[in-house]
């Protein structure tokens, strides 16, 4: 579960939400590596190697795209993260609260 409050202020600031974490291209999505517990993609459920697939419909084609794809969460009360985890695709479903 993510309060919209602070979904509302990670995407004030798009850089703070990917923070540290490097993607890199990989076969169909995107890679991500220096996701740090209790960061904002952690809280959408991403884990170290994670392939990002796509964030609610939205293929994740590079971060710019992902960001994009979230920035249309503000007044949704969930969001759903497709991804591949050790070679298994895993759609993780985040609750937004008030």
């Known amino acids: 579960?993510?309060?919209?409050?602070?979904?509302?202020?990670?995407?004030?600031?798009?850089?703070?939400?990917?923070g540290r974490v490097r993607v890199r291209p990989a076969e169909g999505g995107l890679r991500v590596q220096g996701v740090r517990e209790g960061s904002p993609l952690a809280a959408l459920g991403l884990h170290e190697?994670?392939?990002?697939?796509?964030?609610?419909?939205?293929e994740a084609r590079g971060p710019a795209s992902s960001v994009g794809a979230l920035m249309g969460l503000v007044r949704s009360d969930h969001v759903d993260v497709v991804i591949d985890r050790a070679g298994a695709p895993t759609?993780?479903?985040v609750e937004i609260r008030d």
């Not at 579960?1 to 990917?18: F, Q, Y």
């Not at 190697?49 to 939205?58: E, Q, T």
């Open 49 to 58: 190697g994670d392939v990002l697939k796509s964030v609610n419909g939205v």
């Open 91 to 93: 759609t993780v479903r």
């Open 1 to 18: 579960m993510v309060h919209r409050s602070e979904l509302a202020a990670w995407l004030a600031k798009p850089t703070a939400l990917l």
